[in-house]
Nanobody
C-alpha cells in the first residue's frame, strides 16, 4: 500500500507560479512511476504529466508542455509539479498517482495507476 499526500495548491494570479508536492509513504517510492492529473469543475479528470521511477523519461500533456515541469526526489519520497505561466484554464483539483512499475515505465492512462492522493486545489484568477 502507498499513501500519497499532495500539497502546495492555492490561489494565484494569471501568469503566476506554484509548486505542488506529493509525498509518498508505505512502500519503496523509487519502484513507482508517478503521474499528475487534474479535474476542473464539470470536466473529466485529465492527464498532466508523468515520470518514470528513475526520472529518466517524462511525459506531458500538450496543454502544459513548456510551462509545467515534473520532477522527483526519491530520497525524499516526493514528486513535484512546478507550474509556471499559469492560466485560468489551469484551475482544477490536482491529483498525484503512483504505479508500481519497471524502470522506464511512464503512462498517461488513469486506469494504469494503482494509488491516488486526495487532491489539492489550484485556482488561477484572471
Amino acid at each position: 500500500q502507498v499513501q500519497l499526500v499532495e500539497s502546495g495548491g492555492g490561489l494565484v494570479q494569471t501568469g503566476g507560479s506554484l509548486r505542488l508536492s506529493c509525498a509518498a509513504s508505505g512502500r519503496t517510492f523509487s519502484n513507482y512511476a508517478m503521474g499528475w492529473f487534474r479535474q476542473a469543475p464539470g470536466k473529466e479528470r485529465e492527464f498532466v504529466a508523468a515520470i518514470t521511477w528513475s526520472g529518466g523519461f517524462i511525459l506531458y500533456a500538450d496543454s502544459v508542455k513548456g510551462r509545467f515541469t515534473i520532477s522527483r526526489d526519491n530520497a525524499k519520497n516526493t514528486v513535484y509539479l512546478q507550474m509556471n505561466s499559469l492560466k485560468p484554464e489551469d484551475t482544477a483539483v490536482y491529483y498525484c498517482a503512483a504505479k508500481n512499475s519497471g524502470r522506464n515505465y511512464a503512462t498517461r492512462g488513469q486506469s494504469d495507476y494503482d494509488y491516488w492522493g486526495q487532491g489539492t486545489q489550484v485556482t488561477v484568477s484572471s
